[in-house]
Every structure is written in C-alpha cells, then in structure tokens.
C-alpha cells in the first residue's frame, strides 16, 4: 500500500489545521492506521492511531483533547484534525498503516515498529 500525507503548512498559534493521508491499494480498510510526528532533532513519536472500523481510537496522553483521528474507508483516507496548535507542534508529520490488529494500549499501538507502511511525511510548522 501507497501512503500519501498531506494539508500541512504554516499556521499561526490556536489555529487549526486538518491532515489528510489517502491510501492506495483495496485492503485500506482492514488496516490500523497511525500518527506520528517528528520535530528536528527529535525521535519520531506517536500521536494518535485508529482501527479499521474508525471505531476505536488511541491518542498519546500529550495529545488528547486538541487532536481527532478519523478515517473515511470509501475514500481510503484517514485524518488527522489538530486544534488550538502550539509552536511545540511544529514537526513533519507521518501516516502509517498496521496489518496487525488494533490495541487499545497505546505503548503497543505507539510502537513505530509495528506499521508495515509510511507516508513521505508533511511539515507543520506553527508561529508563535
């Protein structure tokens, strides 16, 4: 599968700003589809993942409550919507897709070692 991310870009503080990653390929909607992003000089870290249904979700602790995943399977899209941004959000940001099944722990679906397939990434940069 084919992962392309994308909707980044520069945005002020306490803007809002919605990432979209289409997937190719006809399997889209058995896959657990994940967030991660990664600052300069900074591992790659988790954000926010979901399972195939879109029915179940998992956020890491620092996200909850300004970021919302989603996924559209008759469009093969997964989303990820970022409130109220933070200069501190300011990072190239990755899709990824999971053949293994959905965890509700979110030191095992934050695992960057279990996603089978990465997008190319899209910067966010957010002014202060």
């Known amino acids: 599968v084919q992962l392309q991310a994308s909707g980044g870009g520069l945005v002020q503080a306490g803007d809002s700003l919605r990432l979209s990653c289409a997937a190719s390929?006809?399997?889209?909607?058995?896959?657990?589809m994940g967030w991660f992003r990664q600052a300069p000089g900074k591992e790659r870290e988790f954000v926010a993942a979901i399972n195939w249904s879109g029915g179940s979700t998992v956020y890491a602790e620092s996200k909850k409550g300004r970021f919302t995943v989603s996924r559209d399977n008759a469009k093969n899209t997964v989303y990820l919507q970022m409130n109220n941004l933070k200069p501190e959000d300011t990072a190239v940001y990755y899709c990824?897709?999971?053949?293994?099944?959905?965890?509700?722990?979110?030191?095992?679906?934050?695992?960057?070692?279990?996603?089978?397939?990465w997008g190319q990434g899209t910067q966010v940069t957010v002014s202060s």
């Open positions: 990824a897709a999971d053949r293994s099944s959905f965890s509700t722990d979110v030191l095992s679906i934050g695992q960057r070692n279990r996603y089978d397939y």
């Open positions: 390929g006809r399997r889209f909607s058995s896959y657990t």
